[in-house]
DNA sequence: CCAAAAGTGTTTTTGCTACACCCATGG
DNA sequence: CCATGGGTGTAGCAAAAACACTTTTGG
């Protein structure tokens, strides 16, 4: 009896400088030698999907701190040219600023690219970060997902950025503040950030830290 | 290299007698003999997962004109006992009432079951079930799925009661109406339902086949 | 005192909810 | 003329949208 192999990719996700930002390696393999794409690779016959994104993730960039999610299965008949591979994609955000990139017998190469200056792409990549920009917008608006791509502590001005760069729109400012006060999802901790020029501004903190369903705008 | 199997179960399901139903099948196979289960079984090596779910249906049902789409991936490390398995679960609407029911080698009895009134099943099906249960109410409400649950002329009373089954609530009779015509996915064919004693009804018609997503409620 | 972002309320509009009676038909 | 479900409108309320000025700070 044959069956697929099965394999997972990953759309690792954060936002720096303003853009929203996906994280790919450069392929040093065949069939796809120079071309860009998700990290990715096979799920072991004894793995859960999800511990296997982890183990991609953590042997690409060393980090194991994040939240990860599954997206969708990916199965069209010549996906891959050289064997055929279904794949389950997963979403992952990554908090911290800093990873510390490997490269190994597989990749050559780890970046961060904007989602609106993507590079040729092996396989159907371009297609998982297009289902995955889609599904973002919704997760945003309808979970405390944007939370998780937040610092411990934050200002609602930059909370507020999040949603306008995830969302491709600007917001009102005080509607912002009001809806997302009322919905009991962050809290004041009573802090104020002052680093800057401008008056300080109160820093906020996630009440939970886990994801939970929420309208939030 | 080795790999899970992967295979697909698939929530066939459609209202009958005022009921949420779900199609089960009665294995007569290890390691589940007596027990019931969704429809599913092995995707080969160049099949699509859909193709598969269609597959599957028509060996059980003889049925192939109903629409499927992908759930969520399964892969508990023990669903499976006699091997490892990844299961992608999808769901799929039947229209038509008269479906005439197979029994083959793995099979041995086919049944409707009411969603409140589940058997013992086997591996992880109910689990499944729950998952999909979830995602009906939300698809019901911000899609035209309840529309693929139709036959081709329905009267918008036979629509409310498909919403009040999924969604385990009455609705206002005439805010439904109004919500319904003014998402402008049902058009009047002109014509009425005059088999009964009560005044006859206007029948209406999808305007679109495809499910489309609209926030109908 | 100037630049820069923080913070704050009210009004208007919109959409949702709740609610009760007359109508057309077949027997 | 009766039983049965079909069909219709409005008023009140709550949530969303629109909108502009004052405050705090460092230089």
Redesign the interface.
Known sequence: ??????ATDVVVFNIRKWKLKVLLIKMNKEPFVWLWALPGW????????LDAAHRILYEASSVSDLYIE?L??F???DRDPKA?I?S?AHMAIIKKDDLSIKTNDSYSDIAWFSVDELPVMAYDHLDIIKYWLERLEWKVTYSTLSLSLMPEKFTLSELQSVFEIVLKKDLDKRNFRKKLLKSWVIEDTGEKKTIGIPRPASLFRAINKDLEFVDLL
Chains 1, 2 share one sequence.
């Open positions: 009896m044959e069956s697929p192999i099965l096979f799920i072991w016959e004894k793995e859960l999907c599954q969708k299965v199965d069209a008949i055929r279904v389950i």
